[in-house]
């Protein structure tokens, strides 16, 4: 008998053990997507680290260090929650919104969560405006939700209620307006709100050289599922910002692009 025809005698392997298999891959793939290229990565492995040095000493029973890293494993849980706040809620946020659910299967979920058809968001008028600030050097953040409505952050702000245009997104940004500051919230084509307060991101591999607005762009898109754009004061470049990932050196031809694939359905 070969060893090959001993194996199913000890190995018992379902159909949904491996669907089991590659359900774990799939999340620890994802996890490790939220956390890489941070300083999560590296309190993820140091916590490896002392996980493995304890199951060593507690098989060469060291009785006293094992007693005092067992009570630090038993409050393993509560402290990996508190560590990866930030990287969990990412992850749980992504879960919920519609860029987890694959396109094919949104009818399924659809008698259980309702969606909201996408709208088609007017591009022309933000991309000109864009182009426009860029090219006089006047510095803006613009922020378009989609399923997440920022209503928190619609109140740090000025309510506007207007028909997204160019003209009106340059005269916020004017650097002698009083409404310069802080960011644009559009939503369903409207300028809800300007001069919003939002959330600045703290990771530690963010750019030194960029200023507030940069770090607010991506604090945004950490905290939500919405796109954030900033033009640089300094440098006029346009930046595009997205699930916590920046994009420097944006042509507004590229700008019309990306915003085209995340608002016109395709």
């Known amino acids: 008998m070969t060893l090959f025809a001993l194996i199913p005698a000890f190995i018992n392997i379902r159909f949904l053990d491996i669907i089991d298999i590659l359900l774990v891959a799939f999340i620890l793939y994802r996890l490790y997507y939220l956390i890489r290229g941070t300083g999560a990565i590296y309190i993820f492995l140091g916590i490896l680290s002392i996980y493995l040095f304890w199951w060593i000493v507690r098989v060469f029973e060291m009785e006293l260090l094992s007693e005092i890293l067992g009570q630090f494993m038993s409050v393993g849980v509560l402290a990996?929650?508190?560590?990866?706040?930030?990287?969990?809620?990412?992850?749980?946020?992504?879960?919920?919104?519609?860029?987890?659910?694959?396109?094919?299967?949104?009818?399924?979920?659809?008698?259980?969560?309702?969606?909201?058809?996408?709208?088609?968001?007017?591009?022309?008028?933000?991309?000109?405006?864009?182009?426009?600030?860029?090219?006089?050097?006047?510095?803006?953040?613009i922020v378009i939700t989609k399923e997440n409505n920022l209503e928190y952050y619609l109140e740090t702000g000025e309510i506007i209620d207007a028909k997204v245009s160019k003209d009106l997104l340059e005269s916020i940004f004017y650097k002698n307006s009083p409404l310069h500051d802080g960011a644009v919230i559009i939503t369903n084509n409207k300028i809800v709100a300007a001069r919003c307060v939002l959330p600045v991101s703290e990771s530690p591999m963010f750019p030194a050289y960029l200023g507030l607005r940069h770090r607010a762009a991506l604090g945004i898109t950490e905290h939500s599922d919405a796109i954030a754009i900033v033009v640089s004061e300094q440098t006029g470049v346009i930046s595009w910002f997205k699930d916590s990932n920046m994009k420097k050196n944006i042509k507004p031809v590229q700008l019309k692009e990306h915003l085209a694939k995340e608002f016109m359905g395709n």
Request: with cysteine.
């Open 80 to 141: 990996l929650i508190i560590v990866f706040q930030p990287e969990i809620r990412k992850f749980l946020l992504m879960i919920g919104t519609r860029s987890f659910i694959n396109k094919s299967s949104k009818s399924f979920f659809r008698k259980f969560w309702q969606f909201d058809d996408q709208f088609s968001l007017n591009i022309s008028p933000i991309v000109n405006a864009c182009e426009k600030l860029s090219q006089t050097k006047t510095g803006a953040l």
